[in-house]
């Protein structure tokens, strides 16, 4: 069983909106922390967002703040990620990721992660 399963990818306009969603199973224990990070082919894999289970502040790349937005609901054990005013630069490959804590995790180094879901934004 996967432990992180992510949906919600697509296609999607510049200027349009995502939301992609990643369930947890019951195999993410002693992790306190969830992100979001893509990766493009060639490239090596991006921070976009991250925040813990237990809700309080969120972290964002430069390059997504003000447009995207990370929430968790802890009682489904998902995480999800609204993505707004989109552009083509956001077109990857994005992955969900559980980590011990945010500081750690926002360094790519995660416990569990999801198989990814391709995001493409057309212009």
């Known amino acids: 069983q996967v432990p992180l399963v992510e949906s919600g990818g697509g296609l999607a306009q510049a200027g349009g909106s995502l939301r992609l969603s990643c369930a947890a199973s019951?195999?993410?224990?002693?992790?306190?922390?969830m992100g979001w990070f893509r990766q493009v082919p060639g490239q090596g894999r991006e921070f976009v967002a991250i925040?813990?289970?237990?809700?309080?502040?969120?972290y964002y790349a430069d390059s997504v703040k003000g447009r995207f937005t990370i929430s968790t609901d802890n009682a489904k054990s998902t995480v999800e990620l609204q993505m707004n005013s989109l552009n083509p630069e956001d077109t990857a490959t994005y992955y969900c990721a559980a980590g011990v804590t945010t500081e750690i995790l926002r360094n790519g180094i995660g416990l569990w992660w999801g198989r990814g879901t391709q995001v493409t934004v057309s212009s």
């Open positions: 925040m813990n289970w237990s809700g309080g502040s969120a």
């Open positions: 019951g195999r993410i224990s002693k992790t306190n922390a």
